[in-house]
């Protein structure tokens, strides 16, 4: 969020477009590289919807096209899309992967996201709206 804080400031709303799309290409596949691989190594699981497997290896030979041909011709954007993608890996693990961290650095995260989430949790209330369906 930071990062495209300062995006923003700095650059253009075209190259912001641009990460952001290459970022969105990069999850997509790899969305789809793990509905493969978990139709390869857990193939009796319960799938609410299972479509044939050539759906998403024509998906993917398509993606890796227009992945190719994002990092040839506009590569500074491409690896400033990983970098953006890449500033989540100490908050995954600080928050996340980090399971028995000192209180202090509970209080530390703790107290802002509480802040966050209540603003976020108060702009979803309507005034005026409490007790009424």
Not at 34 to 55: A, H, Q, S, T
Not at 72 to 87: F, M, N
Request: hydrophobic share 55%; aromatic share 12%; with cysteine.
């Amino acid at each position: 969020c930071l990062a495209t804080l300062v995006i923003m400031l700095v650059g253009d709303t075209y190259t912001l477009i641009n990460y952001v799309s290459f970022i969105n290409y990069l999850c997509y596949g790899v969305t789809i590289i793990g509905l493969l691989v978990l139709r390869w190594k857990k193939p009796k699981i319960f799938r609410p919807i299972k479509v044939n497997l050539l759906v998403p290896i024509t998906y993917l030979a398509f993606w890796a096209f227009l992945l190719i041909f994002s990092l040839y011709s506009e590569p500074v954007v491409c690896g400033v899309g990983l970098i953006i993608i890449l500033t989540g890996v100490p908050v995954f693990f600080l928050g996340v992967y980090w399971r028995n961290k000192p209180k202090c650095v509970n209080r530390l995260i703790g107290k802002p996201a509480l802040r966050c989430l209540a603003v976020l949790l108060g702009l979803l209330v309507v005034p005026g709206s409490a007790g009424t369906c």
